[in-house]
């Protein structure tokens, strides 16, 4: 019972560089969201998705790019990365319940150096 | 904009005492909110959730309250101890679904 699994958990990137932060559910969640947290900032929404095949943006989508293909899987690519987006980003994952999306489950998170 | 303002301070209290946490919000009216609890270096845990037709929900020591004329969420941990030092989220739907928006947290610490 593995819940939400990302990878890496640690990475340092190179300014211009791309990569994908990974992220598997299984517990048959339709909802999935990546966040990324900040000092002082909170966490913030990146991306979402309320199913397979269906993504939209959050508040700070600009330099990401996601897909879901499967329930499961639900991957954050780096498109060129920059020093501010330096954080520790954390995948999660819900499922709906009497018209509510229920508490989301939290993967270990990423932290991301970018120099 | 959304605006999510938990207390800004760290909040002390002493064991065995009650804490009361803060989650005021401004420029929307969410259906439900929910409660997370964040220790250093992990994701957030997911508490409690109350829909916007509750005044109040309890779990264990946990007691939510929502108060949607207010735009205020107020959050208690009742004989408090030691392990529930943490910092505490909350979160709130955002119109369309799956669109939760977090306050930066409050950090909590119950001294023995």
């Known amino acids: 019972n593995a819940g939400v699994t990302q990878t890496p958990k640690f990475q340092v990137l190179k300014t211009g560089q791309s990569m994908t932060l990974q992220c598997a559910q299984d517990m048959n969640h339709e909802y999935m969201s990546w966040y990324r947290q900040d000092p002082g900032m909170g966490l913030r929404l990146i991306h979402y998705?309320?199913?397979?095949?269906?993504?939209d943006q959050g508040e700070v989508p600009n330099g990401y790019n996601v897909s879901r293909s499967t329930t499961e899987d639900f991957p954050l690519r780096l498109l060129s990365a920059a020093p501010s987006q330096t954080s520790v980003y954390f995948c999660?994952?819900?499922?709906?319940?009497?018209?509510?999306?229920?508490?989301?489950?939290f993967g270990s998170g990423t932290r991301l150096t970018v120099v | 904009s959304q605006k999510i303002e938990q207390n800004s301070e760290a909040l002390n209290i002493q064991e065995g005492k009650t804490a009361t946490l803060t989650c005021n919000y401004t420029n929307y009216s969410p259906a439900y909110l929910q409660w997370y609890r964040q220790d250093p270096g992990r994701g957030p845990v997911f508490l409690l959730l109350?829909?916007?037709?509750?005044k109040e929900k309890r779990k264990e020591r946990l007691k939510v309250t929502f108060d949607t004329t207010l735009k205020q969420s107020l959050f208690h941990i009742t004989a408090s101890q030691p392990a529930d030092s943490a910092t505490y989220l909350c979160a709130l739907d955002i119109n369309t679904g799956n669109q939760f928006y977090f306050g930066t947290g409050t950090s909590l610490t119950v001294i023995p």
């Open positions: 998705s309320v199913g397979a095949g269906i993504t």
């Open positions: 999660a994952s819900s499922y709906g319940l009497e018209g509510v999306i229920y508490g989301y489950t």
């Open positions: 109350i829909r916007e037709n509750e």
